[in-house]
């Protein structure tokens, strides 16, 4: 502090300094309150957006990694999913419920590929289809195992087997249904104890609900799918002795023309005739062949002597009666022996050499409802020939009838 001497030699104090002008004194309010509040704010809301930023570049990386991961999975055929269970649970638990795909679990063998049946540890029984791992190397099999995920999961229907799930790697791929207990049409109907329990009502409501199935596919799909396939084999019948259609590693999406061409798929016996020559696929090429499963269903075996010589007197000439798998009794309730006629009679009209004047799938389907057919004369004389000659409108236009004279 500055000290001055004054006359009497003695030390004083100096006045103090004068107080700061109005302007200098707001200038140093805002300084201090720049320092203290708009700093450090700055600061905070600029690590803030550091934070936004480095969050934001790492979720950008992670997403495109993980893009990145699926596309090298998807191409190396690493791919595993299954309906409301853990993806890496649920396929320990089927290699555990199979002890890894051991024979003693496989219940049939097909064209490519073994079916198995096992429990989850949930008590659900499933079924198995597991491509072999030679076959898997087959690029054909390999696109038949993805064709059938595809369509399946592009379609639900009660007559039309529930897939569960998929795995399709390159070291094991297999598809999990859902399990029929009773197997497949083809089987019972080749064992005459099984068969005799296909009575006429039950084997009327299996042709039903492979109408159904097929109506569905053709009609109320977009685009409609065709199944290129529908044999007894690959129908399945459930606990209740229904039947659910299965096997659609053949089907196909149909472009708007309603038409494709492609190469020959399907089982001999079952394909439409005109196939060989037109290589074109059609909802009326599934016609055909439920009209053979519809009268392989109800002779007990393959039809391929009538379907060889429908054109001929002999064929013509046969009692339905006759034609009827012998293991039963004939149908002799009014009820059955109308139902019975009926489904003979559309199954030769799906039959015809002609796609054009075969019934859709959805006439066939709603006609079983509307039961318009008459029999006007005994079971026991209705022939073949006419069967084949019944006038059916299956479109609803006119009252359909069987007169026999």
């Known amino acids: 502090m500055e000290t001055e001497w004054n006359d009497h030699h003695f030390i004083r ?3 103090p300094p004068p107080p700061p002008s109005g302007h200098h004194g ?3 309010k805002w300084i201090m309150l720049t320092i203290t509040v708009f700093i450090p704010i700055s600061l905070f809301l600029g690590l803030c957006i550091l934070l936004i930023i480095i ?6 990386f992670k ?5 990145s991961k699926s596309e090298t999975s998807t191409k190396n055929g690493d791919i595993f999913s299954i309906w409301n269970y853990d993806g890496k649970i649920a396929y320990e638990d089927i290699i555990r419920a199979t002890n890894d795909f051991d024979i003693r679990y496989c219940i049939g063998t097909g064209g490519y590929g073994s079916v198995y049946r096992a429990r989850l ?3 659900k029984i499933v079924a198995l289809k597991k491509l072999h791992r030679s076959e898997a190397e087959e690029p054909v099999l390999r696109k038949s195992f993805t064709n059938e995920v595809k369509t399946l999961t592009q379609i639900r229907h009660r007559n039309i087997v529930r897939l569960h799930g998929y795995c399709l790697h390159k070291k094991s791929m297999f598809l999990i249904y859902e399990y029929m207990r009773r197997g497949s ?3 019972i109907l080749n064992n005459d104890v099984k068969a005799a329990e296909l009575d006429w009502k039950r084997r009327v409501n299996i042709i039903k609900g492979i109408a159904h199935a097929l109506c569905y596919m053709h009609h109320h799909c977009t685009p409609p799918i065709v199944h290129r396939d529908v044999t007894t084999t690959n129908v399945l019948l459930n606990s209740e002795l229904e039947a659910v259609l299965s096997d659609f590693g053949t089907a196909r999406l149909l472009p708007s023309d309603s038409s494709t061409q492609t190469m020959v798929a399907g089982t001999h016996g079952y394909i439409a005739p005109e196939f060989a020559y037109t290589m074109a696929i059609t909802e009326k090429c599934d016609v055909y062949s439920f009209g053979v499963v519809a009268l392989e269903t109800l002779m ?3 039809p391929k002597d009538v379907l060889s010589s429908l054109a001929s007197s002999a064929t013509q000439s046969l009692l339905l009666s006759e034609l009827l798998d012998q293991r039963l009794p004939p149908p002799r309730s009014g009820s059955i022996v109308h139902d019975v006629v009926l489904v003979s009679a559309i199954a030769f009209a799906c039959l015809h050499g002609n796609p054009k004047q075969r019934p859709t799938m959805q006439s066939v389907s709603k006609e079983f409802p509307r039961r318009r057919i008459q029999v006007t004369e005994s079971f026991y004389n209705i022939t073949v020939g006419q069967l084949m000659n019944t006038q059916l409108d299956l479109d609803g236009q006119v009252e359909c ?3 026999v004279q």
């Not at 969050?55 to 950008?60: E, G, N, P, S």
């Not at 997403?63 to 893009?67: E, G, R, Y």
């Open 300 to 302: 007990g075996k393959h």
């Open 185 to 187: 049409l083809f089987c």
């Open 26 to 28: 707001q200038q140093h």
């Open 121 to 123: 540890p949930n008590g």
């Open 55 to 60: 969050f934001l570049r790492q979720l950008w």
């Open 401 to 403: 009838s069987i007169s």
């Open 13 to 15: 104090p100096a006045p």
């Open 63 to 67: 997403v495109k990694m993980a893009q």
